[in-house]
């Protein structure tokens, strides 16, 4: 006796599918924005979906450890570090350039 | 820990708001709406975190993604566009090409879950002490302990607090005198 997917209790299935989705918008945005910082946010949404397929596996698989609690605190670190750096870089090109189009900053094109 | 019936309504809801939001994300024209939807995302992860379990990550989640990154977005955005900034929508081969990627990653995504068997355990006990579980782990240099990647991400964020001062600091203001800082 199955019951239908939507309507039982989230299993693994349901988490990864949902983090999945957010990583797919995410990507999206990658491709498609042309604002640095909209760029930026698009890959913080990307970092959060993973952290939350480690989670998913840390309860699911092994919830006895809290290897995959630790990875996605190395993750929110990492992501503190870029946001750091990436908005010290937007900052200075927007006072040189007066733009954070991505389109049109090319300095280091041949 | 809380009823299933609770649990399945708490996740659909989280997971409609967060798909809702993160397209908010992603395609909204004004910039800074877009960070407050984004924290809004960050919100509701730290619900997802507090679903599976996870209560000290959750508090992690709201101290340092909401609390301190998209505090540091905003102001990113508030130093780098005039606030009527709007961001036209892209163009549509542009459009069309994102959406294929990202459409086939998560379908691929979605095939490959579907197909692959995972070794669940979903009804095992959590650590006693958490957070005592996840210090312990943090500082074993045993094998599959965790102090090397720590003391990297301490190294990371050191570099990264230098970096970040060095690019965005004024300029020239000691030109005149000639001296290097």
Known sequence: ?110 | MLSETVTTLLFYLFAVAAVLLALGVVTSQRILRAAVYLAGVLVCTAGYYLLLDMEFLAGIQVLVYIGGIVVLLVFAIMLTSSPEFREERPPVHRNLLGLLGAGAFFVLTVILLARTKFAVNADGARPENEVAEIGRNLLNYDVGGYVLPFEIISLLLLAALIGGIVIARKKGKNAETGTES
């Open chain 1, 1 to 110: 006796m199955t019951t239908p997917l939507l309507i039982q209790a989230p299993g693994p299935m349901h988490w990864l599918v949902l983090a999945a989705l957010l990583f797919s918008i995410g990507m999206y945005g990658l491709l498609t924005r042309r604002n640095a910082i909209g760029i930026l946010m698009s890959v913080e949404l990307m970092l959060n979906a993973a952290a939350l397929n480690f989670i998913i596996f840390n309860r699911f698989v092994m919830p006895g450890k809290v290897d995959g609690e630790l990875m996605a605190i190395f993750i929110i670190a990492v992501a503190a570090a870029e946001v750091v750096v990436g908005m010290a870089i937007f900052v200075s090109m927007f006072k040189q350039h007066k733009t954070s189009d991505v389109t049109r900053i090319n300095l280091l094109k041949g």
